[in-house]
């Protein structure tokens, strides 16, 4: 399977998303310029995490004009599946492939930690390989993470399932909601209706080698490959 | 050709002269040198590349007593970052420097740069940045000002290096009145590059284009050397169109052009813009080639209009480089900048004639005889004589101080210690960093020193920064030894060998003879420590001149050690991890408490000798523990220094935060010695091993010439850390010891919100 990793000017997780694609997972990796129109066969398309055009009006707000996010939206529009991570995910809310937004951290400050997510929904093609419930680790590294949406938005994202990640544990309560950055109901990660963009402000690629202290994200990639196989 | 003067010039007077901090001596040998008086232009060009920052005048003679030589040094002291071979073709690149006053004056933005400086000094050298650390000095956190300065430098530092991508894996911070109204912000870069790809900021080739890239240039920063050569004063805030304004993303494309520039071989050298701008740049590269060359000042591309030639020469707007292109490949390199969205302008080319030369279009500016621009400038042996009161502080006998009444419980004592700022953890900080982005960091900040792996290989480095301003200030030779052998002691705690150093030497006014003997003394004791400890200066920075009307700072000399693991399987964490582990100490508790967080912090009191400093036996401390590791019987280890033995085993116990463990200690075999000394003293050459092998660890340790004393066991997560002396017990929980040690600084920073949003309401750019 080929994996597709948009580089932005200002990206700067390209790099460990290919590595963990290929290194870890063993599969082909390509990165895709964004001044291109060409997604060069790429079967998964990743917007990986970084400072996109800056970021110093509002994370994401260029990227979503620049030329390959055409092509990353006709992709998705197919229904092939989009994995955002962290500023990947800012850009998906700015250019109306997820929805809700992501705010300055409730702290005003930078946050980069381990943290602890609870799989809230296994069915995903980006979760299949987790149970529901189970609890991973997966570090985090962002300012503006806190996950933001209208009433309406939040009652139907959570009544459709399509939270899959939220925050939990911190110093207290292993299994209590717990959001380090000030997130509407914890909430770390959240699919589109059709189920096949997947954005999240942990990164999953920062968690594929025990060595670094979790392999934990590994699942996430491990079931796009097993849902897109199949 | 002779340069006129322009009009609008202002005439040159003594007291222009003065502004510009240059002596009327000095002043005397630039006529000499030219022949004639210098242009107003010229007058800045001088004044800028014989300011301290840029020419090291006071210290260069000193610096040249330090080792800088081994077999595997590839790039000594003087260019734009040293550089030593791992090993595989693989070779490092790593620098400190110093942002103190700007950042005193602009904390976000004088951080920020500092940090942008240093990434350009390293990849300018061919490698790519894979980690930042810093050291950072601050006055007591009890200040509303000091609470501001310490959050807008760490959202500084954090912001630009997140932005770039770079982790920042390590650092140290300390707080002490000393540092009150001077911060020191010292950050450091370490990259990675092949062998084949080092290149050296040497103009050479008759003909070669000479070009700008990046950041247009501005009127910020104009200045910022010599303003970084002075005395801070009241006036401070009038300086602060002097600080410049970063910005990352510029950074973050210049940093992948600038790779891509040297891989692709059309460019001969390429240097920063830093420190007094387009002028050192220049003529420190024409130096090294020994070549000449000529610069138009029209050609630069320019952020505003009306800029004087001497404001563009003098410019430090950031995020600029200076490429010498090979002639005829000029295409290339534009097509690589544009890829990039970078511009890049011609602005001169290398020349044969012996002279550096600036002109505005075709009217001569500025033109000085071959190098002597560089080489010409004087350097200063002053007076040096210790200032009569630190002697007497030094000679005072701080063990026969009564002990307080509350010292009657050794965990009170503890408490006060754990919550002095300098020790208490600094997860409010790092947490603030990205240090874990590029997916390399094995040990993260928090630990004894940073561990980065490097990709394809087995190999790791360990990463340290270390300085102690308070045993330099009572005894400078003494406290720049211990800063060597802590970083040493640090970096091989992880497994690594100690390699080489960076060093950060940051003091006070050097024409004052106290300051300059605390510099003589320092340096010296520096490099008694490098040579006996095998890590040579590859390179560094001197920032003088750290004064405030209050008073000058601690001297801190700051060392930024490199060392590197063989094998990823050595690589060795500071906490307990298993229960039932042997605890084992290597080396000897003592009686000294001088200069101790201890006394600072119960009897707020700086005083009495700094710890010995027994060179060789640091160095065969070292080869133990690094023998023990490899024999695989080491499961922890951890220094024992700032805070004594129950500061350090208390971090052995709670510093993983979420697997805490508790640990039974006796310490009777030592009951000879006073107990606040035997807990808090900070004797030096210490290691706390937990192993599961104590017999064949011992066994290492008696080899190598080191004493080693089994001290107790580690103990599960519902245990205490229980401290046995004779027939007194301490016993800490670990839930006591996590709040403490976790909470104190945030508790600190949350009280004064107000500060911290401040600084957090100003943005990059």
């Given at each position: ?230 | ?238 300086k602060r169109p002097q600080v410049q304004v970063g910005d990352p993303f510029t950074e973050k494309l210049l940093l992948e052009a600038s790779l891509e520039l040297i891989h692709s071989g059309a460019i001969v050298a390429i240097q920063d813009m830093g420190a007094a701008g387009l002028t050192s740049s220049s003529a420190e590269m024409a130096a090294r080639g020994d070549v000449g060359i000529t610069i138009d000042v029209t050609k630069v591309p320019l952020r505003e209009r009306g800029m004087t030639p001497y404001e563009i020469l003098l410019s430090e707007s950031q995020e600029r480089m200076l490429v010498v292109a090979r ?187 106290e300051v300059y003997f605390q510099l003589r003394e320092a340096t010296a004791g520096m490099a008694e420590a490098c040579e006996q400890l095998g890590t040579p200066v590859t390179g560094g920075n001197v920032s003088l001149y750290n004064e405030s009307p209050a008073s000058a700072v601690y001297p801190t000399p700051v060392i930024g050690m490199v060392g590197l693991i063989d094998d990823l399987d050595s690589i060795t964490r500071s906490h307990f991890s298993t229960e039932g582990d042997t605890i084992v100490l290597l080396g000897t508790p003592t009686a000294e408490l001088g200069g101790s967080e201890y006394l600072a912090r ?164």
């Open positions: 399977m080929k994996f597709g990793i948009v580089t932005f000017p200002g990206s700067n997780c390209d790099y460990d998303t290919y590595h963990a694609v290929v290194d870890a997972l063993g599969e082909e990796a390509t990165y895709l310029w964004h001044k291109e129109h060409d997604l060069r066969g790429s079967d998964v398309v990743i917007l990986p995490g970084g400072f996109s055009y800056g970021d110093y009006l509002r994370a994401g707000a260029i990227a979503r004009f620049s030329p390959i996010m055409r092509e990353v939206a006709a992709h998705a529009e197919r229904g092939a599946p989009v994995l955002a991570i962290c500023n990947g995910f800012q850009i998906a809310c700015e250019a109306g492939m997820l929805p809700g937004a992501l705010l300055r951290n409730a702290s005003l400050r930078f946050v980069c930690e381990a943290v602890r997510l609870r799989v809230e929904n296994a069915d995903t093609q980006f979760t299949n390989r987790y149970d529901r419930g189970q609890l991973v680790t997966v570090p985090i590294a962002h300012g503006d993470g806190r996950y933001t949406a209208d009433d309406e938005t939040l009652a139907r994202i959570e009544g459709e399932g399509r939270v899959v990640f939220r925050y939990v544990g911190g110093p207290g309560d292993a299994d209590e909601w717990w959001s380090p950055n000030g997130s509407m109901n914890a909430i770390a990660g959240i699919v589109n209706a059709a189920g096949n963009v997947l954005g999240m402000m942990p990164h999953p690629e920062r968690a594929v080698d025990d060595l670094l202290g979790s392999s934990d994200g590994m699942g996430i990639f491990e079931s796009i490959l097993s849902r897109v196989a199949a | 050709m002779t340069p006129l003067p322009r009009p609008g010039d202002p005439t040159i007077t003594p007291a222009l002269i003065a502004e510009h901090g240059l002596t009327i001596e000095e002043y005397q040998r630039v006529e000499q040198m030219l022949g004639r008086a210098p242009t107003f232009t010229e007058l800045g060009v001088v004044s800028a590349l014989w300011s301290e920052h840029c020419s090291y005048k006071h210290s260069r003679p000193l610096l040249r007593r330090l080792p800088t030589k081994a077999p595997y040094v590839l790039q000594g002291p003087g260019e734009n970052a040293g550089v030593i071979a791992i090993g595989d073709g693989l070779a490092v690149a790593f620098k400190i420097e110093s942002h103190n006053h700007p950042s005193a004056v602009e904390p976000y933005q004088g951080a920020a740069t500092g940090v942008g400086g240093i990434l350009r000094d390293v990849f300018t050298m061919g490698a790519r940045p894979i980690a930042l650390l810093n050291s950072l000095r601050f006055g007591s956190l009890d200040s509303p000002r000091v609470r501001y300065l310490f959050a807008g430098v760490v959202k500084g530092i954090g912001d630009y290096g997140n932005c770039v991508g770079v982790p920042t894996v390590g650092g140290e911070v300390a707080f002490d009145e000393a540092y009150e109204g001077n911060p020191l912000v010292n950050a450091m870069c370490v990259g990675v590059l092949h062998e084949k790809d080092l290149i050296r900021a040497v103009a050479q080739g008759v003909g070669n284009p000479i070009i700008a890239v990046g950041a247009r240039t501005g009127r910020d920063g104009i200045h910022g050397a010599s303003f970084a050569s002075a005395d801070l004063s009241e006036e401070n805030e009038a002639k005829g490949r000029e295409r290339e390199v534009a097509a690589i900048l544009e890829k990039w969205d970078l511009t890049a302008s011609v602005i001169g080319e290398v020349i044969a004639e012996p002279v550096y030369r600036v002109t505005e279009g075709d009217r001569v500016v500025a033109e000085f005889p071959g190098t002597k621009l560089i080489t010409d400038c004087p350097t200063y042996t002053p007076d040096a004589r210790e200032d009569p009161t630190i002697t007497a502080l030094r000679a005072r006998d701080v063990g026969s101080i009564p002990e307080r009444r509350e010292e009657a419980d050794p965990l009170w004592t503890l408490e006060q210690v754990i919550t002095s700022p300098t020790i208490a953890s600094k997860m409010w900080v790092y947490r603030q960093y990205d240090h874990t982005v590029r997916t390399n960091t094995v040990i993260g900040p928090g630990g004894d020193a940073a561990v980065v792996r490097i990709r394809d290989t087995r190999r790791a480095l360990a990463l340290k920064t270390d300085g102690n301003g308070r045993y330099c200030y009572l005894d400078a030779r003494i406290g720049a030894r211990i800063a060597v052998a802590e970083a040493a002691r640090n970096v091989a705690c992880t497994g690594a060998r100690p390699l080489a150093i960076t060093n950060n030497l940051n003091f006070g006014n050097p024409r004052r003879p119960v009897h707020h009191l700086v005083a009495g000798a700094p710890p010995n400093c027994d060179l060789k036996g640091e160095r065969d401390l070292i080869e133990a523990v690094l023998a023990s590791i490899e024999a695989g019987v080491v499961r922890s280890a951890h220094d024992s220094s700032d805070g004594g033995l129950a500061v350090a085993l208390a971090e052995c116990c709670i510093i993983d935060r979420g697997r805490p463990l508790g640990a039974r200690i006796d310490l009777s075999s030592f009951a000879a010695l006073p107990m606040r000394a035997l807990l808090f003293g900070e004797a030096q050459a210490r290691i706390i091993i937990s192993t599961p092998d104590p017999t064949a660890l011992r066994e290492v340790a008696t080899r190598h010439g080191v004493t080693s004393t089994t001290i107790g066991t580690v103990a599960s997560a519902d245990d205490p850390l229980e401290i046995r002396v004779g027939d007194r017990t301490l016993t800490a929980s670990l839930p006591w010891l996590d709040r403490l040690y976790f909470e104190t600084i945030p508790d600190i920073m949350t009280k004064s919100a107000a500060a911290v949003v401040t600084a957090a309401t100003e943005s990059p750019v």
